[in-house]
């Protein structure tokens, strides 16, 4: 087995494919995640824009004071939403984090944060999280806004999406395997039909001539040869 040439061309063809299987599949699921980090950064600048809009209107102080729960639930939207307004003074005006979630506070971006001034913090159970604090104004005064969220679902998401990748390069290396396998078949055909009409050739039949027009042009020096 050691020196059979179709299996050498078959194994060196089934790692050609699964090497670059592998190489477009971690293409493939690096540029996935960062287009899902992109797509939550902006739900987070969403989210907090949301926050800034409503602390802005008429009487938002007032409800704030009167109904936090109110106003807790209107921010939440979302389980994993974490939403904290500090005063000036440093009074927490409001808190949602319902499971208690301990997260660094970024420096405040101002009124219109972008991409960078959000930073990553690691949630319980290492669940990834993403936080960006920003000003609004609440009344007369300039609150700081700090919006955080945590992105279990997410990580289970790309354990999917990578199990999903190495089935994928695992059945194309199968795959390869099978169709290198017919195709060195198919293609060695020429060569054992030489080693067939050369073994016809014997000391009585030495004027025999192997038909050089049929053969590839690969083989043709071959053939020559042995005509010789």
Request: charged fraction near 20%; hydrophobic fraction near 55%.
């Amino acid at each position: 087995m050691k020196s059979s040439l179709a299996l050498r061309v078959t194994l060196a063809f089934v790692l050609i494919v699964a090497l670059t299987a592998s190489l477009l599949g971690i293409y493939l699921y690096r540029a996935f995640v960062a287009e899902i980090v992109r797509r939550d950064d902006l739900q987070l600048l969403g989210k907090l824009r949301q926050v800034q809009i409503v602390l802005g209107r008429p009487g938002a102080a007032e409800l704030l004071a009167a109904q936090p729960d109110f106003f807790r639930d209107t921010m939440s939207g979302q389980e994993n939403s974490l939403v904290r307004i500090v005063a000036p003074d440093g009074a927490v005006l409001a808190d949602i984090n319902p499971a208690g979630e301990r997260y660094p506070v970024p420096l405040d971006a101002g009124a219109a944060p972008g991409r960078e001034a959000i930073a990553a913090w690691t949630a319980r159970g290492g669940v990834p999280g993403r936080v960006v604090a920003g000003t609004a104004r609440l009344g007369a005064a300039q609150v700081r806004v700090v919006v955080a969220r945590a992105y279990g679902e997410r990580t289970a998401m790309f354990a999917r999406y990578r199990a999903r990748i190495l089935a994928a390069c695992a059945i194309g290396a199968l795959l390869a395997a099978a169709l290198a396998a017919l195709m060195l078949r198919r293609g060695l055909r020429p060569l054992r039909t030489v080693a067939e009409h050369a073994a016809l050739v014997k000391p009585g039949t030495l004027a025999r001539r192997l038909d050089i027009a049929e053969a590839p042009s690969e083989l043709r020096p071959l053939v020559a040869g042995l005509n010789a």
